[in-house]
């Protein structure tokens, strides 16, 4: 029990910094301060190595070692091609099984400008907003098909993020809009608005990747 729990751990915080953008695309990574960083022994950081590897955040290199997967072009048009065609949906046939309160808070977070939430924090709230509608779906293959494709998400919205100095507060008044429909009940409106933010989020994506070249394959 011991193992597999200091194999989760150092699965978990070798996860979060690549999906997080500690660890950049295309960075190599040394097995040895994997483990000085996590403070794990040798089975542990590979076992996590492996999975991460079968998730497609790492690749391991022969001669070379541990690079972490580049964000492609092809790739970053693969997840908004399933987004834009999963998330409206979603948002149009299955929102009002969100309860009234998750809307407000939502509602609340996001009429306010110039909040002064960390990076990370805000980051996180996005996840949970995306994640709302495809919840409400109940749909099993939604939901699997969302899961594969949230880490590498992740990785696209924090470059984003940081490449663009607006690129925070743009998201923020696209999420208002998307929500203050869904107050309304207008279903078909608020899809058009997660259509016009996914729209949004893949230009910033492909701003963000071109710039840094030696980020992508």
């Known amino acids: 029990m ?72 092809r790739e970053i048009n693969m997840i908004h091609e399933a987004r834009m065609l ?5 948002v149009e046939n299955y929102a009002e099984r969100i309860p009234e309160e998750c809307l407000q808070y939502y509602y609340k977070i ?5 909040r002064q939430d960390s990076m990370r ?15 409400a779906t109940k749909n099993d293959y939604f939901q699997s ?9 992740c990785r696209l919205r924090i470059l984003s993020g940081v490449k663009s100095g ?6 923020r008044k696209e999420h208002f809009k998307i929500i203050e429909a869904c107050m309304a009940k207008k279903w078909t409106e608020a899809a058009a ?11 910033a994506s492909f701003e963000a990747i071109i710039e840094e070249r030696d980020m992508i394959l």
């Open 2 to 73: 011991a193992k597999e729990t200091l194999k989760q751990q150092a699965y978990n915080i070798i996860k979060d910094k690549i999906i997080s953008c500690e660890y950049l695309p295309n960075t190599l990574l040394n097995e040895e301060k994997l483990r000085e960083e996590v403070h794990a022994s040798r089975t542990p950081v590979r076992d996590a190595l492996s999975r991460l590897e079968q998730e497609n955040l790492i690749q391991i290199l022969p001669k070379k070692g541990i690079m972490v997967a580049p964000l492609s072009i």
């Open 86 to 90: 999963m998330e409206p949906y979603a």
């Open 166 to 171: 607006t690129r925070i507060e743009e998201t």
């Open 121 to 135: 924090a805000f980051y996180e709230v996005d996840n949970e907003f995306h994640q709302e509608f495809i919840d």
């Open 145 to 153: 098909l969302y899961e594969r494709i949230f880490n590498q998400n």
């Open 110 to 114: 996001f009429r306010e400008e110039n």
């Open 193 to 203: 608005a997660m259509r016009d933010h996914l729209f949004h989020s893949k230009q």
